[in-house]
């Protein structure tokens, strides 16, 4: 089946630094990825749609510059949180979509800024 | 906005009894999608719908996709302690690839 691998699972930073969360499909190609957000007791959010070769699509209220998204290959999407501050906290999911066989979801990225 | 809107949000019963989570929106989706969600972790899906009016079960689970495919349900029947999780719905707009969740119900079972 296909798997998603996200790394790290969990950073903490100093708050002012950036952080890279990367997204790899394994063993299938992904045009498309998704980014989440999810805080505690809460729902995902999407954040943005990453595509392979073109700029991100964010969703409405969400920082472009404060969340670069790069999604240079088939195989890898980046979530880079810049400058980040404690209300970034947070845990992010990236997710992929194989075909037919639908949506396929990393195993998350617990980001604490101190 | 919430698209898709979820309920109950919150549900703690005794082990062995039934129980429904709802999930309604008043846009029409292509597809919904049911995930459960263990805590650190990503969701893992459970099912998909597609069809209006169409029914899937897994095991206790009975999943239903409302004729208007605008809303969903799911049933567990004899709730074990093993099904306490964090239960999401998702849906697939027709005009779009993107996948929006319900705000999730968080289950427990207590034995």
């Known amino acids: 089946g296909a798997v998603v691998s996200q790394h790290p699972s969990w950073v903490i930073c100093k708050s002012g630094t950036s952080v890279k969360i990367e997204c790899r499909s394994l063993?299938?190609?992904?045009?498309?990825m998704f980014w989440y957000r999810q805080f505690p007791k809460q729902s995902l959010m999407l954040m943005a749609t990453?595509?392979?070769?073109?700029?991100?699509?964010?969703e409405q209220g969400v920082e472009k510059d404060k969340f670069l998204i790069n999604h240079a290959s088939l195989t890898l999407s980046t979530l880079t949180v810049t400058s980040a501050h404690p209300e970034d906290s947070s845990f992010y999911i990236c997710?992929?979509?194989?075909?037919?066989?639908?949506?396929?979801f990393g195993s998350g990225t617990r980001l604490t800024v101190v | 906005t919430q698209l898709l809107e979820q309920s109950p949000q919150f549900l703690s019963i005794q082990e062995g009894e039934n129980l429904t989570v709802y999930c309604n929106s008043s846009?029409?989706?292509?597809?919904l999608q049911w995930y459960r969600q263990e805590p650190g972790e990503g969701p893992v899906l459970l099912v998909t719908v597609v069809t209006g009016g169409e029914v899937k079960k897994l095991k206790r689970l009975t999943f239903q996709f409302g004729d208007a495919r605008k809303d969903s349900s799911l049933h567990i029947t004899a709730a074990q302690p093993g099904d306490t999780g964090l239960y999401l719905c998702a849906g697939i707009h027709r005009s779009a690839q993107k996948l929006v969740f319900g705000q999730g119900t968080r289950l427990t079972i207590n034995p």
């Open positions: 997710s992929a979509v194989q075909g037919n066989y639908g949506y396929t």
């Open positions: 846009s029409v989706f292509s597809s």
């Open positions: 990453s595509n392979e070769g073109s700029k991100a699509t964010y």
């Open positions: 063993d299938f190609q992904a045009t498309t």
